[in-house]
């Protein structure tokens, strides 16, 4: 059982230092539910990423 959490919990990080560098950088042509990544403002995109890949160490 402890594996197996070590694995997810790997997985976990993984996930969110992904998502935290997709607010870096913004790729083109995201799907409709996804668009309001665009009008966020450059400080908040770099806070919540910062925030996301930080939060994959803890």
Known sequence: MNI???VLQV???F???FVG???F???PGLPA???WMYELSPALHVF???AEILGAWV
Do not use: D, Q
Request: hydrophobic share 60%; proline share 10%; charged share 0%.
């Open 15 to 17: 996930y969110f230092v």
């Open 48 to 50: 919540s990423g910062a």
């Open 21 to 23: 560098v997709t607010h």
């Open 33 to 35: 539910p996804m668009a």
């Open 4 to 6: 197996l959490l070590w």
């Open 25 to 27: 950088i913004i790729p």
């Open 11 to 13: 997985l976990l990080g």
